[in-house]
């Protein structure tokens, strides 16, 4: 139906000054919580709200797939043998021993999408946080953190979550034990008691670092460039 035009509603819009585009570096955005804190959901969520400008870092591990998950998507699984030799050739940027399981993140993904703007996100633990702020992107980093809001919750949420044994369950909320204490390696902490809200803080955080100096001067197309045109 057309609307009626009347006198508060010009005929044509005003002009609208244009967002010029200014290049930037691209985040490395570290999630990490203990199991069930709720970060698979909020990466998942993530991810779909800020598509195509976040993509996951698809870590290998050694530990065996679980019903549901995707090799290649959730993780590449491998073996032992090919995860030291893929570690021994340096095409690994962090790594660590995770109940019993290796895990690491392949460095030739992540090094292409920050040079193009693009932010990864990476599900990893305290280990690999603390690896990447020594390592060569220390400076694209964004560490988050997230909290469940209670243990007691926490519990629950492993429980529920129905796809471990009970003794993999304890093993688990005593790594969580041990997770937390880690917090304070993290630029931002959150709580996760109720997804949405926890999703819209996540997204404060990553839609502000993106507009930090750092990441968006010195590079070609970038802030300096576009200040040269203002004279
Ligand atoms: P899960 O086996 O439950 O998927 O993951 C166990 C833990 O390993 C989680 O805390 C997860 O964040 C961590 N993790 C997954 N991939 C990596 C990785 O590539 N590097 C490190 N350091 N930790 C990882």
Redesign the pocket.
């Known amino acids: 139906m057309k609307m009626a035009e009347t006198s508060a509603m010009p005929a044509v819009a005003p002009p609208v000054a244009r967002v010029p585009l200014i290049r930037r570096r691209g985040l490395l955005i570290v999630l990490?919580s203990p199991?069930g804190a709720g970060?698979t959901t909020i990466s998942k969520k993530l991810l779909e709200a800020e598509s195509p400008m976040v993509q996951m870092s698809v870590?290998?591990?050694t530990?065996r797939q679980r019903p549901g998950e995707i090799n290649g998507v959730d993780?590449s699984f491998i073996d032992r043998a090919d995860f030291e030799r893929l570690r021994d050739e340096g095409a690994l940027l962090?790594?660590?021993e995770?109940?019993g399981?290796a895990?690491?993140?392949p460095a030739a993904p992540i090094t292409a999408a920050l040079e193009q703007g693009r932010d990864v996100l990476l599900?990893?633990?305290w280990?690999?946080a603390q690896?990447l702020a020594a390592g060569p992107f220390k400076n694209d980093l964004v560490r988050i953190f997230i909290l469940p809001p209670s243990l007691d919750e926490l519990h629950r949420r492993l429980e529920r979550r129905n796809q471990d044994s009970a003794d993999v369950v304890e093993k688990r909320m005593q790594g969580a034990r041990h997770?937390i204490s880690h917090w304070r390696d993290y630029d931002y902490v959150l709580v996760n008691a109720e997804v949405a809200a926890c999703l819209a803080e996540v997204q404060a955080i990553v839609r502000t670092e993106r507009l930090r100096r750092e990441r968006r001067s010195g590079i070609p197309g970038g802030l300096d460039d576009f200040v040269a045109t203002l004279g």
């Open positions: 990490s199991s970060k870590s290998v591990t530990r993780y962090e790594n660590a995770v109940f399981h895990y690491g993140t599900d990893i633990d280990q690999g690896a997770e």
